[in-house]
Structures are given as structure tokens and as C-alpha cells.
DNA sequence: ACGTGTACCACAAACGTTTTCATACTTCCG
DNA sequence: CGGAAGTATGAAAACGTTTGTGGTACACGT
């Protein structure tokens, strides 16, 4: 049995008693095999199975200084493009020592900063995904725990990042090589770093091209986000749009489609729209036509950013924490159905 | 400064060398103000404020026998049925001592049966949605911690429910009322509770109209699931199907215009389907045509289960836990545009 | 002057581990 | 045979809190 007949878990005193040991000796037994002879871990291990032993993890947490828990702070759950960096993180960690705190801060800074700050008093490590909260708000996190960035640079703490630059380029030079020189883009949250990188480049691709690019926005990074976007884009004079993610160029597709608009233009009709979006959410290569977007390497990064929260975890913070090395993962452009000659 | 020079955290002796106070006079300041005076309260409160004095959790974890954290378990975070679910309980927790931890079992029993056993270590009680593991298992787990479940009933624990019977009755009523009289039923996992509750209430209100039902499957409960469910069931001579879920049903309507079957049946064209779905997932209703659903309440649920899980945490476990109690939430018919008659 | 009550606070024990230090017993070698 | 080196174990301190017990100081009534 697990419990003892009052209802109260077995201790290593407990334990030790049945065992004829000292706690000394179980908790070498059960941490340090090498430390005791075999004959004696034999029994102590027999022992606790018997009395359903578990370490008390509050009071190793105490003596040890370290919860052997990891945080992770992601926008917003319900965004597709993060279920695969939570899976790839809990995924890291599932049969580590270290147990994982998910939470959302439902796209809200002020959330997100008491989130982080709840959380770094039981962890051991945080993972910051596209964090929102100003860089002295992260200083100031980071102080209090050893974080990891995923989508955001900073010099407080060593991140993981998508290199935008090169599918950003690819879908540029695509929808220039179909002929569209005058674009939108749809912006997402203006204080986010993912926008502010993807604006930058498109930019920068459209200069170099001579295509003219106006910014719309910014809209909620939601489906709904769409609808209203859809509805500004037509009455701007362009033949392409750049979503800021999938799910608003999921809406604007939608939308698009209700009021009839083709997608991508038909040959012969007028007025209809090239559309590229971001993140190859699931629902991307399911809709018909099927959406033109750019992939990211997201459980290749969620890896990355718990391996190295992971490292940095182990190596017992030795003095001033290493120099921020940043991984970067390469984004790349998948053409499907959205996009078209103009 | 939240840290001391050394970088070391502050603890509660320095506060009260600091304020000129015992320990334990610093404690109460901050626990039981109405035991301190006033005066020296406000002291101890700016010297702890001036340390930047955070309590260690594993300390008084540790004394207090509890770790103010919960868990919650569920299937599959990237499951859009889901997401609602999970913010509930956050919701619901966000402004109060507990933190809450979060798990993905990916749909697997085994993973979900040894989340379970570590979570429950290191939280004082845990939120089990849907969950598959065997009726043993969850006694055994039961013993350990204080658990409730969400659409899963057993005698272990008490339970939130979705009442699914409603909304099955209102769909074969509808799809009877169409004149459908041979339809099909795309199982979900056969250890899944909602599985056998959809197909029982199915089975029982086609039973009462004289309707054929045929069931198909188990499928994945994805999207692509749906893709081989679509392709079985033109096999069949069926003129309406009921989807496990939203997911697959998704995914049947993404097949069958990709094969160029209308949904609803276009009058004239033959070998049309209508098709419901499950779960009321957001996407469902942003569908060609959008997609008719039995929509359930899961935010309410999700309340449900953190308030019965916080109700028990608070009562402190007095001897015997009081007989299961299970909140049961209804479920209704939204008709919307992929049924329609024969 | 003396108990009685009250308000405030300090002391110390307790929570369940890990780990340092000391000790007892072996073994080995000169 | 004596001591050094090693092995296996136990006693006790430490981690940072909370809380029961007790003591001091003061006000009050007699």
C-alpha cells in the first residue's frame, strides 16, 4: 500500500526504521548507490517499495535550493502555431527530473508579467515564448531566475530564434516573379517582436524589388482579425497581401471567399487577391484552396530553447552567466493554392 | 534590490534582524497581521518590502504540507476542443495562491497514467480531463492526491460532466426531420468516455425514429482522421453521418468537396451527405459551408471543475471526502450550413 | 499592593530531506 | 603486529518556514 493506515506517506525515517538503517543510509541508497554496500541498498530499496516510499519533494527542494521545475509562458494556447512548441518542450523534459509549468497569458503583457514573476518563485528555469514584457521587465525576471527567450532578443538572457529573412525573401521574390508590385501587409501587435521582424524584412524585399508595400493594421492575430482585414484590404488598391500568421490569413481567405472575391485572381476576373500567411498552422493545408504560407521549424526551436534551458539548468550557474548564445532556425516558403499571377 | 550582494534571496531572519523583530514575529506580519501591532507590522512590511523578501515556497511547502499548486491533465493541448477547457481552470485560478501545472498526454494512456503519477507529487490536487486510464489506475492515483474529473465518471472522484444527451437527441431529431433514415457514426477512441456516450445516445435515438445507423471506425479523432472516415463512408449507402467530432467531421467535409461530393445533398445531384459534427471548435463555424455542431459548454465545465477542485483543497480533507458530487452541463444543436434534406 | 487580564512578542520545535563529519570495522602492507 | 588506507554506517546540522507555548509589560480593578 501507498499510504499508511492513517493516511499519512511513509517517510525515510519510516523507512529507515523497517530497514534497521539510518536515514542517512536510505537517502544514500536511494541518491548514491555506490556509497553503500549492495546487500544493505538491496533491503532499503525493498523497504520503500514496501512502504510505497516517495520523497518528499518540499523538503528536497529545501535542502537542495532547486524545484526541479521549468516554467513556460506562451501567448496564447489556443494559437496553433504554439501547440507544437509546448509539445516539443514537454516532450524535452518528459522523462527528465524537471516537471513543466505551462501557462497563457491570453496575449496580454500585464498577464504575462505576473505570470512570469508567480512562476519564477517555483521554478527552477522559465521559458519565455515571444514574451511581450519591456527588456527591463525581463532584466528584471531574469535576475530572479535563470530564462530562456524563444522569438525575442534580448540581453538579459540567451535565446531561440526563427531567422525570418530567408522565407520572407522566398515569398517576396514568388509573388514579384507572379507580377504583383503592389502589396499589403496585415500586421499583428505592434509591441510584438515577431511583427516588427517580419514587417522589417518584407520591407526590405519589397524595396529591393520596386514593389510597393502599404501596412495595414494592426489587427488581432486571431481569425476574426481577418474579417476586418479582408474588409480594409479591398478597399486598397493591391493584388497581394501578406498576413501577419495563418490565422488571419485564414480569416481573410474566408472572408474574401464570402464576399466573392477569388483567391488567388482569376484570369478574366477582375479584382481578386494573391494571399500569403505565416506559420503553417495545421489548418493552412486543409482549406480550399489551400493557403501559400511561410513554415516555421517550431518544434526544432522548442527543442532547441528546452535543451538550452536544460544546459544551463545543469551546469549549476557557475559565476556570470555564459555570453546569450542565440540559436536561429531558418524559415522557408511553401507555395500552395492562395498565391497566382496577377 | 530583490537580491543580496552575494545573490543570494533574501530570508525571513534578515527582514527581522532588519526590523529588530523575532522570525516569527516577521511570519505573522505577513500571515495573521491581526496579531501583530500595527506599528511594528508596518516596519517589518517595508524592511521585507526593502530586501525584496519573497517567502520559500519549499519551505513552507515543507511545514504546511501542501504545495498550493494544482494540475491539470489533458489529451491534447493542440486539440482546439481543448483550449476553452484550459483557460477555464487557469482562468479560475489565476488570482488565487495556486499555480497550475499542465500536462498533454498525447492521447495516450500510458504517457497520461505516468504524468499523473509524477504530477501528483508535486501538486496538492489534480484536474483529470477525459481521462482513459483504467478505473484501478484511478483509485490507485486517487489515494495519492485529490483529484477531479472532467467527462469521465467514476466512483474515485467526483465529476463534471457534459450531458450529451440533449444536443444527440435535438441532432438525430433534426436529421430525422430531413428525412434522413440511414446514417453512419465515426467512432472516436474506443477507451474514450465521450466516445461511448455519443454512440449510446446516437444508438438510442436512431433506435426510437426507425433510423439505420451504421457505425464506422475508430478513427483518429483529427483532422486527418477524417480524411480515410470520408473515404469509408461513401463505401457506404448513407445519406447522413455523424462525426466523433468537430476535427474529423472537418476533415470529412475537407475530403468530400475535394471529391467533389456536395455537403448538404444538392437537390438533383445524387450521392450528397449531411454531416454533424461534434464539439462546436471554433474553426467549425468558419467553414464552406460552416459546419452544424453539437456545441457544448466547456468553459462552464472548465469553471466547474476548478471550483469543485478549490471547494475540496479548501475544506482541508476532513476524514471521509464527501460523496462524489457531479456537475452536469447540457449540450445543444447548433444548425448551421452542412445538413440538409435528403 | 496585588492579582487578573490583555496585548504583544520571542523561543524553540517541527516539517522531511541531504550532506558533512566522525566513527567503527576491514583489509592490506611493511 | 602496528598502522595506514579504505569501506560502510550513524549522528547531527542545515535548508527556511509556521506555530504552540510561555513570558514580559502594562492597564485595570479591588
Redesign the interface.
Known sequence: M??APDGSRATIRAVARLAGVSASTVSRALNAPELVNAETRRRVLECADRLGY?P????Q??VLGR?R?VGLIVPD??N?FY??F??GV?AHF?DTEY??????T?EDTA?EVRLAE??S??VDGLILCAPRMSGTRLR?VA??TTIVLANRVSRAAPSVLLDFRPGMEQAVAHVHALGHRRCAYLAGPANSWSNRQRRRYLAAGCAARGIELVELGPYEPR?TGGFRAADEVLAQDVTAVFAYNDLVA??VL?RL??RGVPVPARPGTPGGLSLVGFDDV??AS?T?PPLTTVAMPVTALARAAAAAMHAMLAEGAPGAPPPPPAAELATRLLIRGTTGPI
Open positions: 501507498s499510504t516517495q518528499n519533494r518540499a523538503a527542494s529545501l524545484t521545475n494556447i489556443a496553433p501547440a507544437p509546448i509539445k514537454e518528459r516537471a513543466v509549468f505551462l501557462a497563457d491570453d498577464t508567480a512562476m518563485e517555483r528584471t535576475s530572479k481569425f485564414l480569416g474566408s471567399t464570402a495545421p489548418m486543409m480550399h
